[in-house]
């Protein structure tokens, strides 16, 4: 309250006043442009406003005099569309700078995913060259298949040799009866020094 009692000093200059002007959302702003564009560039667009002259014409050419607003050379006609162009234009420039913003956004995007998916491709290239190179020392199939192919027929030759000796173990002939008496070591020790055999008189 001191201070706005207080008078203002003439050697300071007068701060300018601001002016405030209405605030709108220019989202929303950029939203209705957009629309607006989008809609004068249709064909209906087209037809309707073509009716629209062409019954402008026809009211203030056949309509009775008093009845004719805009007369022949149709000056407020020509006001209208000069004025609709006048706002179409920068409306459209508005609905392509957002088109522009968008796509900028969106080629961002598009550059930001790819140079991931590099790093990503790059990052498995390197994987699958240290499995590579991991796998170069690892047994493969074929391998295995060749060793237990070795060592099936390994096993086939040591049975046929078993089946072999079990064979010749057969055919070997008997002694008497069929069967072998044994022998003593002992008596054959006794025989070689000499000595009689024990229990032979």
């Known amino acids: 309250m001191a201070e706005q009692r207080r008078p203002q000093r003439l050697d300071q200059p007068r701060e300018p006043r601001r002016l405030t002007l209405p605030r709108f959302d220019p989202e929303a702003f950029g939203r209705w442009s957009e629309g607006i564009a989008r809609g004068m560039g249709t064909a209906n667009f087209i037809v309707y406003m073509t009716l629209v002259i062409m019954a402008w014409f026809a009211w203030n050419t056949l309509a009775p ?25 920068p409306l459209i420039l508005l609905a392509q700078n957002r088109q522009a913003d968008r796509d900028r956004l969106a080629l961002e995007e598009d550059r930001r995913r790819a140079t991931a998916q590099k790093a ?51 055919e070997r002939p008997s002694g008497r009866d069929g069967l072998d008496e044994p022998r003593d070591d002992r008596d054959t020790d006794y025989a070689r020094d000499g000595h009689p055999e024990p229990g032979a008189h």
């Open 120 to 170: 990503d491709t790059e990052y498995l290239a390197r994987e699958i060259a240290a499995l590579r190179n991991a796998m170069g020392e690892v047994a493969t199939r074929d391998f295995l298949r060749s060793e237990l192919a070795r060592l099936a027929e390994e096993l086939d030759d040591a049975a046929e040799r078993r089946r072999r000796l079990e064979r010749r173990g057969r």
């Open 65 to 89: 005099a008093h009845l004719r607003f805009d007369p022949y050379t149709f000056t407020f006609l020509t006001l209208m569309l000069s004025l609709q162009a006048s706002y179409a234009a």
